[in-house]
């Protein structure tokens, strides 16, 4: 096996590790704030999608570009809309007036 691909599979099992313990170790207060940063770093993968869909390096590039693009949108919005459903939860209901 090649040196950088076995150094580029140790960094993405590292990271994996290291991310889950992280993850694990929030308190579930905290969860939303959390879920809130992650949406940012989503947005940097949708912007680095654009990028690649846009290099016109060959079709087979623009077609993975599409397909990075569509998947970052997805995953964007629906954190949103869970980030979203999750404040909703911490508001107080009001009263109906009598």
């Known amino acids: 096996m090649n040196l ?9 099992a590292l990271a994996g590790f290291l991310g889950f313990e992280v993850i694990r170790r929030v308190p579930p207060l905290l969860h939303t704030p959390l879920m809130s940063a992650t949406n940012a770093i989503s947005g940097i993968s949708l912007v680095g999608s654009l990028v690649a869909a846009g290099s016109n390096k060959g079709t087979l590039s623009t077609v993975l570009g599409f397909i990075a693009v569509t998947s970052a949108t997805i995953n964007v919005v629906g954190g949103f809309l869970v980030t979203d459903r999750m404040l909703k939860m911490f508001k107080r209901k009001e009263e109906k007036p009598q």
């Open 4 to 12: 950088q691909l076995f150094e580029m599979i140790y960094i993405l």
